[in-house]
């Protein structure tokens, strides 16, 4: 079992900068991938980013340029770096682990979310 916390969500500015993290734990061992998705009110949720254990890294198109997606090994801590925020970035944000092999999930965890609200 993996466990992820995230934190660092809040109320910012369109054009300002947060950063939410996600502590992990547990048998994070068997974690290949790391992400961040989103969810906004009404909508599905989306992919933000993602980080390998070999650290190539990946962005959805609406957050390229903007976001950093940063991995701290010692503290098994996942981070995403928002700058340049907009109102269309307000979402609950989560962190997400998995175990994969190929294309295929083998495990994966959730964590609880943490809410983004830009206002403009």
């Known amino acids: 079992q993996v466990q992820l916390v995230e934190s660092g969500g809040g109320l910012v500015q369109a054009a300002g900068s947060l950063s939410v993290s996600c502590a992990a734990s547990?048998?994070?061992?068997?974690?290949?991938?790391w992400a961040w998705y989103r969810q906004a009110p009404g909508r599905q949720r989306e992919l933000v980013a993602i980080?390998?254990?070999?650290?190539?890294?990946n962005y959805a198109d609406a957050v390229k340029g903007r976001f950093a997606i940063s991995r701290d090994n010692a503290k098994n801590t996942i981070y995403l770096q928002m700058n340049s925020l907009k109102v269309e970035d307000t979402a609950v944000y989560y962190c997400y682990a998995a175990k994969r092999i190929r294309t295929f999930v083998i495990s994966d965890y959730w964590g609880q979310g943490t809410q983004v609200t830009v206002s403009s």
């Open positions: 547990g048998s994070i061992f068997s974690i290949n991938e």
């Open positions: 980080i390998t254990n070999d650290g190539s890294t």
